[in-house]
């Protein structure tokens, strides 16, 4: 189960969520990533949690209900923690690294939050792509973060930077992408060292777009 999900369960044992409760969240996000929302169904979610329909109807009302429960805990409750947690983190790494090594540091870093979290993140990118509420909620909820997050690789990458930082975290934004496609969705399996390979050949690319006319 991926760690997002394991994070929020934790922080709901005071609601006393039941434990038919979280076999059909976790049944519905390996359905929902592997086989896509539209074909599931929730006799398919209940028959791979091994309850009832009811139990789905009852503590999710539909199957929409259920995607909008997992939509929430990706969107409002853990996902602004963990860009607060990252963003310390860069903070503390911008103040002794060089931008090379930042950039390093931020592209395994999330690497692994992706590796941990593929199967929400795929359902969360899935749904980016056809529902503007969902895109609205993000924006309010990441927004400051973006903004955070701009002013800090600017400051570490300094005066002879050509690219703004919003550019900037374009760029790495746009090789995690591709990681996650690679690893989540077409499934390749990558060594330790061949991540380490692929993380220090995208840094040299940023970077080297960073300070392309800067001579």
Not at 54 to 79: D, H, P, R
């Amino acid at each position: 189960m991926d760690q997002i999900v394991q994070d929020f369960l934790a922080l709901t044992n005071d609601k006393k969520m039941t434990p038919a409760q979280v076999k059909v969240l976790g049944a519905a996000i390996q359905l929902f990533a592997n086989q896509g929302y539209a074909s599931t169904s929730t006799a398919l979610v209940a028959k791979e949690a091994g309850v009832s329909q009811a139990v789905i109807f009852k503590y999710f009302s539909n199957k929409e209900g259920l995607l909008e429960q997992i939509l929430a805990i990706a969107s409002e409750n853990l996902l602004p923690q963990y860009g607060e947690h990252f963003i310390q983190k860069l903070n503390q790494e911008a103040g002794k690294n060089s931008l090379e090594q930042l950039i390093a540091f931020a592209l395994k870093d999330r690497f692994e939050f992706i590796c941990a979290n593929g199967n929400v993140l795929t359902i969360l990118f899935s749904q980016v792509m056809v529902d503007d509420q969902l895109i609205a909620r993000l924006q309010t909820v990441f927004l400051d973060k973006f903004q955070s997050l701009t002013q800090i690789l600017e400051k570490v990458a300094g005066p002879k930077a050509t690219l703004s930082g919003v550019d900037i975290l374009r760029l790495v934004g746009s090789q995690l992408l591709l990681l996650f496609l690679e690893t989540q969705r077409l499934h390749l399996k990558m060594s330790e060292e061949a991540v380490e390979q692929r993380i220090l050949a995208m840094t040299d690319v940023i970077v080297n777009a960073v300070y392309q006319h800067s001579d």
